[in-house]
């Protein structure tokens, strides 16, 4: 029989950093999937103490807090990032990997400077796995999913958000995504990169994809005279190469988000804005420009669908340029000529598809359901032997 049957699951949610005032893809999804299953599940969210991914120093306090109502237990990160050596140490890693020259010792050295090394999460796992039924990881490129999941492979469900990076190609990163009871992607340009790198395997995976609110009604008015970029504002994400683009083509460019590089003067720089704002300036923009080539979804290029708004993404980037494609959102661009060419080409009729595209496909009424299946399948494993050990 199922030991489960008649008892709420207990789930861990294990992930790099959590909480609500954190721009980043996997950190909105760990924490919108945990406010709304939380009345099906017990559910604990094992992080760290960090804000700041960019040095994993420790901002909040140790131990057991609540977090818009669910139970999230943080530990300290045993050291922080360097933000001068780790990029250095990164570079000759990427490279001595490509030529087939990067041991595991040298593969191990780079995750710990990677972080966040919280040696009390991993001990917490060890000493408290039977109490969990399953566990969900988010992100498969950091040390808790790194040294965690392999403590509890059996049960453990990995939603990867992995894209064509260099990390990816590790061997003992490759190892990790094929480690896994279940798999959950959240696009088919995801799912096709983790087959190519751990080959194709008979354990379960699925695309659950990212459920967005979508707005029952929707006024079709005048856009505005600006494009707009939103999120993380860093050279990772191509912002530099946007800046000169724009720069060039003589656009207006609104930039919201947090920054760690200069901006430019021609940039209309906004900082954090609330939800609330941002939603308003993607009902108003011209475009929203996604310039990065490394992404496993875009919770925002869905956010602007849902607003009516036109994507314009780097055709570099599979993931996103797949998504204009099927769904007639947006424009893809390679170099400068493409992005003029896509800039003076935007139609707002265009966003109109994306809008309807995402109200067929990113409604969370269609998401929670396979995450719910792919508990139950770990569930279904757990099997009571009556006289012996699970």
């Known amino acids: 029989m199922n030991r ?33 299953l939380r009345d099906s599940w017990r559910i604990e969210v094992l992080t760290s103490c960090a804000r700041d991914y960019s040095d994993w120093a420790n901002r909040y306090p140790a131990g057991l807090s609540v977090v818009n109502g669910i139970q999230v237990r943080r530990f300290p990160a045993a050291f922080r990032r360097s933000r001068r050596w780790f990029p250095r140490l990164s570079s000759v890693a990427f490279r001595l990997d490509q030529r087939g020259f990067l041991p595991g010792w040298a593969q191990r050295l780079w995750l710990l400077a990677q972080g966040p090394v919280v040696p009390g999460l991993l001990r917490y796992l060890r000493e408290n796995r039977d109490r969990f039924d399953a566990f969900i990881f988010f992100t498969y490129l950091y040390y808790p999913t790194m040294r965690g999941l392999p403590l509890v492979a059996g049960k453990s469900v990995l939603v990867p958000t992995c894209h064509d990076e260099p990390p990816a190609r590790f061997s003992g990163h490759r190892k990790i995504l094929g480690l896994a009871a279940h798999r959950l992607y959240l696009s088919e340009g995801e799912a096709a990169l983790v087959r190519k790198l751990v080959g194709e395997r008979a354990d379960p995976s699925d695309v659950a994809g990212f ?37 060039r083509a003589g656009i207006k460019l609104v930039v919201i988000g947090p920054s760690r590089i200069p901006l430019p003067d021609h940039v209309d720089y906004r900082g954090v804005v609330s939800g609330r704002e941002k939603m308003e300036l993607l009902s108003l923009c011209r475009a929203l420009i996604v310039p990065s080539k490394l992404e496993s979804l875009s919770i925002i290029a869905l956010e602007a669908f849902a607003a009516g708004a036109p994507l314009i993404v780097n055709s570099e980037c599979r993931v996103l340029s797949d ?68």
């Open 4 to 36: 489960n049957m008649g008892k709420m699951p207990t789930v861990g949610f294990v992930i790099h950093r959590f909480g609500p005032d954190m721009a980043g893809g996997a950190e909105a999804l760990a924490l919108e999937l945990a406010k709304r």
């Open 211 to 247: 459920g967005i609110d979508v707005p029952e009604t929707h006024e079709v008015g005048p856009r505005g005279d600006f494009f707009l970029y939103a999120g993380r504002v860093e050279r990772g994400k191509n912002c530099d190469e946007l800046f000169e683009f724009s720069r």
């Open 323 to 390: 998504l204009v494609r099927s769904s007639g959102g947006g424009y893809s661009y390679m170099g400068f000529e493409g992005f003029l060419k896509a800039a003076a080409e935007v139609d707002p009729r265009v966003g109109e598809q994306g809008r309807r595209w995402v109200e067929t496909h990113c409604r969370w009424e269609a998401v929670l359901p396979i995450y719910r299946e792919a508990i139950e399948r770990i569930l279904s494993k757990q099997v009571v032997v009556v006289g012996g050990a699970s």
